[in-house]
Every structure is written in structure tokens, then in C-alpha cells.
């Protein structure tokens, strides 16, 4: 769902940037039309996360299609589609206002193990996945042995959900924000010689084993370039399809 809405930011920072090759919203708005189309039909949730390893709710994505439909709206107003604009902007309102519903989780383990009282988390499954909220479902782990390869989502947290920032849909300052960037240093973040590193997510499982042998289809996650693996605390990764 991102890859159909990363086309429509395009347009907009082209028009911005670079006006003259941009020309008039009329070259660009069929291509934009189908793309807000296929985001409202099929979104928020997505079939595939950034890493295209689960699908759900996910911060990244969700930032990146309610931006796409705000500027698909602006895009529609400035050719005549007054009612096209509107009714992208209360579609991008409605999932705007429940991202929190979707991908924040309040009063957990984890939580009161950082002292906040809650975080975005890396992404929640679908509705139809039989939880009581999304935030109570499990997620699967990529990467990772079979016994150690679900988690419940409100225990994996994940930087992506700072893209809610990077879209400008929540402040920097936002307390939401601050008390979710505590929660990634404490489990995501390593010292290295070279500078702090953060993985992508907490228990993750693309990368090395804990001997340094290569990865062979299970690991222990890693970040960035440089490697390392010093996490002031941990999330059980036992598997608990049972609950």
C-alpha cells in the first residue's frame, strides 16, 4: 500500500520543487486518481509492511496513505473535483483519527518497564484476525526458529512509526512520539565505535547468530552497516499462538 502511495508524494514534490516540469494538476491527476482509488478501496490495511514481512496496520504505511490521499485531494480541488477532494480528505481524517486506536498500546509490560504510558508499535494484524483489538493480536515474526516465531504486537516496537512525523501527521514534540523514541533506545538502540545504532525491530531475526555464523534463514536480527548486539531489555519471542 505504501509503493501505491510513495507515486502520489512524488507528484506533489515535483510540483513543489520543480513547477515547470510539473505543468497543471490535468497531466497528473488520472494516474492520481486510480492510486487514491486503490488506497481508499483496499487500505489502511496493507498485505505487505515495508520490510514485506507482515501485513496489518502499520504506522509507515499509514502515514504514507493518508499523506497521499491529503495531497490526492489538493490535486483533485485544483482540476474541479471539489466533491473527489472532499471526500479523500474525511477518508485521510478518519484513518488519521484512528491511528492511535490501530497501533498505540497503553498500560503494557513494556510500558511500565520504560515508564511511559505507551508507544506505536511496529504493526497490529488485521481485524478479521480474531482479537479483540488489533493491538491484542499476535504477529508473526520473520526470520526466527519456529518456536520463537510470534509475538504479541504490543510487544514489538519498530523507528517506523517516527514516518508519522516525517508525513507531518503527529508533532515531534507530540507525547506519543517522545514516550514511543524512549521505548525504541531502550530496546533498539546499540553503542558502537562508530555512533549509535538502532535495529529494525525488537526480536528480529534477519541477521547473524549469536556465534557470528552467517545467516541462514534465522538469526538475531541486526541494524545498520556496522553490527552489534547490547539490548538493555528484552521481549520474550517465544512463540504464543496459544495466547
Known amino acids: 500500500m505504501d509503493e501505491t502511495a510513495f507515486p502520489i508524494l512524488l507528484v506533489d514534490l515535483l510540483r513543489r520543487e520543480s513547477p515547470r516540469c ?14 487514491a482509488a486503490y488506497i481508499v478501496a483496499n487500505g489502511p490495511v496493507t498485505q ?3 520490510w514485506e514481512e507482515d501485513g496489518g496496520y502499520s504506522p509507515f504505511t499509514l502515514s504514507a496513505e493518508i499523506s497521499a490521499l491529503l495531497i490526492a485531494a489538493d490535486l483533485a480541488e485544483s482540476v474541479g473535483f471539489s466533491e473527489h477532494a472532499d471526500f479523500l480528505r474525511e477518508n485521510a481524517d478518519t484513518w488519521n483519527d484512528n491511528i492511535e486506536r490501530w497501533t498505540y498500546g497503553v498500560n503494557s509490560d513494556l510500558a511500565r518497564q520504560v ?3 505507551g508507544y506505536y508499535v511496529r504493526i497490529t494484524p488485521p481485524d478479521e484476525d480474531g482479537a479483540a483489538s488489533p493491538l491484542q493480536g499476535f504477529v508473526p515474526i520473520k526470520n526466527r526458529a519456529t518456536t520463537s516465531s510470534n509475538a504479541r504486537a504490543i510487544e514489538i516496537v519498530s523507528p ?3 514516518a508519522l512525523v516525517r508525513f507531518g501527521l503527529r508533532a515531534p514534540d507530540d507525547p506519543r ?3 514511543t523514541i524512549k521505548v525504541i533506545d531502550e530496546l533498539l538502540r546499540t553503542k558502537l565505535p562508530q555512533g549509535p545504532a538502532w535495529y529494525r525491530y525488537n526480536c528480529d531475526g534477519y541477521g547473524e547468530h549469536e556465534d557470528g555464523s552467517p545467516f541462514d534463514g534465522t538469526g538475531i536480527g541486526r541494524h545498520g552497516p556496522a553490527r552489534g548486539r ?5 521481549v520474550d519471542c517465544r512463540s504464543r499462538a496459544d495466547g
Open 177 to 179: 512520539i517522545v514516550n
Open 115 to 117: 515508564g511511559v504510558d
Open 160 to 162: 517506523d512509526a517516527l
Open 230 to 234: 547490547t539490548r538493555p531489555l528484552r
Open 22 to 35: 510539473f505543468e497543471s494538476g490535468e497531466r497528473w491527476w488520472p494516474m492520481v486518481r486510480k492510486a
Open 48 to 50: 505487505q509492511d515495508r
